[in-house]
């Protein structure tokens, strides 16, 4: 792709700082998502969370962009006090119904979309996004709900217990889901998390958090230079820099 240095700087700026935002954020959310054992959680809220986007978008065309996102993040938060249920009253059977969850949210999406002329288009857009289309304006939407669940995050531990996790982790999905589709949602909690998982205090979050940013960072660069779509290039990336960070801790640990 050979774009004019002002077109680059248009599309790279806004997905990048997508990129990053969503990285920074994603990384203790997915550690903690590791701690409490429930791998999945991240892609069936997402799957959940687009549904909501995907009932608005046809049955509400005219919605306004505050409406289409109240869909998304209800579904979200249903699903995941549903899912705080479960892990209080069923804790032995919770991945099993996070991953029921998963499939009978993808199956409606996919039910709804059928009869839609652009529904094949609609959901390889939830599932891989569209991320070197993301605008400053989506940016500017979505910052403030990662800056307030970091600074919540490290500054009142409390809302990583309980309840309030779930409910801030359903708000970061919601943001998260419509920038860059489920596959990145699920590759940017789950591989910096999985890479860290050797380090302890707050060396894990901080390394997380570094392994996100070069993988979104080398993730953008390449899609534009092979002129591919982002959201698989980024997955693939995650999973580069998470493997060689983690066989360097555990070649450090030896």
Known sequence: MHLPGSETLEIVGPALAAGLMIALTHAPLGIEVLRRGIIFIDLAIAQVAGLGLVLANVYWPEAPAYGVQLAALAGALLAAGGFRMVERYLPDEQEPIIGCAFVLAASCALLVLADQPHGGEEIQHLLSGQMLFVTWQDVAMHAPVYGAILALWFLWPHIRRGSLFFAAF?????????????????????????????????????????????????????????DVPAGPVLVLMYAAVAGVLRMALLKGGN
Do not use: K, N
């Open 170 to 226: 359903a708000c970061a999905i919601t943001s998260s889901v419509q920038l860059v589709g489920v596959y990145v949602v699920f590759a940017s909690l789950i591989l910096p998390a999985l890479a860290t998982r050797p380090l302890t205090g707050s060396r894990q979050p901080l390394w997380a958090m570094c392994c996100g940013l070069l993988g979104v960072f080398l993730g953008i660069v390449a899609a534009l230079l092979l």
